[in-house]
């Protein structure tokens, strides 16, 4: 009796990224690297609508070596759990839903991750600080993935003015991972004609920065971020939410915390923190005149709260005083419209879309009332009517 040879089992690679990252010309990329090898290969994509301009994942199947002849192998469509053997992730959290999944197994996958952080929507609707804990995704990584490798690819993006999608792939050709060398790489994304200098630098510094690492022995924590923040969270500011802007300097608003100190001062420890943070929003809301009366409101709560039967703890004066700055910061139609159209804010989208001087940079702006909203700033009467 003669036994079939074994099928060759193919390499499983499974990319998550975010709307916008590039993620498809990196699956198009490492796609045509294995077309010029000789490979048999597929790639399938899921585009995502939610959150963060929509997660997107896309599935590759390779095999390692030319199919033998007259063979035509057969690749799966999606992903299963326990059997991807590459899990390439373009920012943190998207990972802990790779591994979430079930996608990434201690005896198989190597899982390569950005360790920045794209916040989500419900992270930042908290009133409080809503952000995931960093350090439970890389302590499950460490301890479920086969191999872990992290690095900074926002800032190698950022210093060498490329996508992500081109770091990325440079992170994965510097694990050693592809069956083909870094100059077949290198000239794929030559023969795309788009951005070539900046991605090829993008691709160079993160291949540079994973191999070397791994040469040495070395799980990749690369970069001054993960270095310095493994197992820790960044202290929350003010203003966390990166759609809004305050055209404030920090001079501007040091000069008004001093002036404010004595007011400050005779506030329950817990509260002057809050307090301090609070009387500048409200100044750049309103007017200090708005200010002095949150801060009047605070002595008033506690004062009442020492004649109460039971003294309150820290948490509670704290939380006080920073709920009470947001409540009086309402954002109605009027903040919203007001925060969209400061020069600061278009600025910044300058900044982040890396537009040259003389680029046209277009913005749409969702910004629709409904009667809700103009009954909300109407005099009372009148929004009565409305509502």
Same mark, same amino acid.
């Given at each position: 009796?003669?036994?079939?040879?074994?099928?060759?089992?193919?390499?499983?690679?499974?990319?998550?990224?975010?709307?916008?990252?590039?993620?498809?010309?990196?699956?198009?990329?490492?796609?045509?690297?294995?077309?010029?090898?000789?490979?048999?290969?597929?790639?399938?994509?899921?585009?995502?609508?939610?959150?963060?301009?929509?997660?997107?994942?896309?599935?590759?199947?390779?095999?390692?070596?030319?199919?033998?002849?007259?063979?035509?192998?057969?690749?799966?469509?999606?992903?299963?759990?326990?059997?991807?053997?590459?899990?390439?992730?373009?920012?943190?959290?998207?990972?802990?839903?790779?591994?979430?999944?079930?996608?990434?197994?201690?005896?198989?996958?190597?899982?390569?991750?950005?360790?920045?952080?794209?916040?989500?929507?419900?992270?930042?609707?908290?009133?409080?600080?809503?952000?995931?804990?960093?350090?439970?995704?890389?302590?499950?990584?460490?301890?479920?993935?086969?191999?872990?490798?992290?690095?900074?690819?926002?800032?190698?993006?950022?210093?060498?003015?490329?996508?992500?999608?081109?770091?990325?792939?440079? *992170?994965? /050709?510097? &694990?050693? =991972? +592809?069956?083909?060398?870094? %100059?077949?790489?290198?000239?794929?994304?030559?023969? !795309?004609? @788009?951005?070539?200098?900046?991605?090829?630098?993008?691709?160079?510094?993160?291949?540079?920065?994973?191999?070397?690492?791994?040469?040495?022995?070395?799980?990749?924590?690369?970069?001054?971020?993960?270095?310095?923040?493994?197992?820790?969270?960044?202290?929350?500011?003010?203003?966390?939410?990166?759609?809004?802007?305050?055209?404030?300097?920090?001079?501007?608003?040091?000069?008004? *915390?001093? /002036?404010? &100190?004595? =007011? +400050?001062?005779?506030?329950? %420890?817990?509260?002057?923190?809050?307090?301090?943070? !609070?009387? @500048?929003?409200?100044?750049?809301?309103?007017?200090?005149?708005?200010?002095?009366?949150?801060?009047?409101?605070?002595?008033?709560?506690?004062?009442?709260?020492?004649?109460?039967?039971?003294?309150?703890?820290?948490?509670?004066?704290?939380?006080?005083?920073?709920?009470?700055?947001?409540?009086?910061?309402?954002?109605?139609?009027?903040?919203?419209?007001?925060?969209?159209?400061?020069?600061?804010?278009?600025?910044?989208?300058?900044?982040?879309?890396? %537009?040259?001087?003389?680029?046209?940079?277009?913005?749409?702006?969702?910004?629709?009332?409904?009667?809700?909203?103009?009954?909300?700033?109407?005099?009372?009467?009148?929004?009565?009517?409305?509502?």
């Amino acid at each position: 009796m003669s036994s079939r040879p074994a099928s060759p089992q193919p390499l499983t690679l499974l990319i998550a990224a975010l709307g916008g990252e590039g993620g498809g010309v990196l699956a198009d990329w490492i796609v045509e690297c294995a077309l010029r090898q000789g490979l048999p290969v597929q790639a399938t994509s899921v585009p995502g609508v939610a959150q963060r301009t929509g997660s997107t994942s896309y599935y590759i199947e390779l095999l390692r070596e030319a199919a033998p002849a007259g063979a035509e192998p057969v690749f799966a469509l999606s992903p299963v759990a326990s059997g991807v053997d590459v899990v390439l992730s373009s920012e943190l959290l998207e990972t802990a839903r790779t591994i979430e999944r079930g996608f990434v197994h201690p005896r198989r996958t190597t899982l390569i991750t950005a360790t920045h952080r794209v916040y989500t929507t419900l992270e930042k609707m908290q009133m409080g600080d809503g952000r995931f804990d960093d350090a439970r995704v890389h302590a499950a990584a460490r301890e479920l993935a086969s191999r872990y490798v992290m690095l900074d690819m926002e800032a190698i993006a950022v210093r060498r003015g490329t996508v992500i999608s081109a770091v990325m792939f440079g *992170a994965l /050709a510097g &694990a050693g =991972l +592809l069956p083909w060398d870094r %100059a077949l790489c290198e000239q794929v994304i030559r023969d !795309g004609g @788009l951005g070539v200098e900046a991605s090829l630098a993008g691709f160079g510094d993160a291949y540079d920065t994973v191999a070397t690492e791994s040469a040495r022995g070395m799980l990749i924590e690369a970069g001054a971020a993960a270095a310095r923040n493994a197992g820790t969270r960044p202290a929350a500011t003010p203003n966390a939410d990166t759609d809004t802007d305050t055209d404030t300097d920090t001079d501007t608003d040091t000069d008004i *915390a001093d /002036a404010w &100190a004595p =007011l +400050l001062a005779a506030l329950p %420890a817990p509260m002057r923190e809050p307090a301090a943070h !609070g009387v @500048l929003r409200l100044i750049d809301y309103q007017d200090q005149a708005w200010a002095r009366r949150y801060v009047e409101r605070l002595h008033s709560l506690s004062e009442a709260a020492s004649a109460g039967h039971g003294q309150p703890g820290d948490t509670t004066l704290a939380e006080a005083a920073r709920h009470l700055a947001l409540w009086m910061s309402y954002e109605d139609v009027i903040r919203v419209a007001d925060l969209k159209t400061r020069r600061g804010r278009f600025e910044r989208i300058r900044s982040e879309a890396q %537009a040259r001087d003389g680029e046209i940079v277009e913005v749409v702006e969702f910004l629709k009332p409904g009667i809700e909203e103009l009954a909300a700033i109407a005099p009372r009467g009148i929004g009565r009517r409305l509502r």
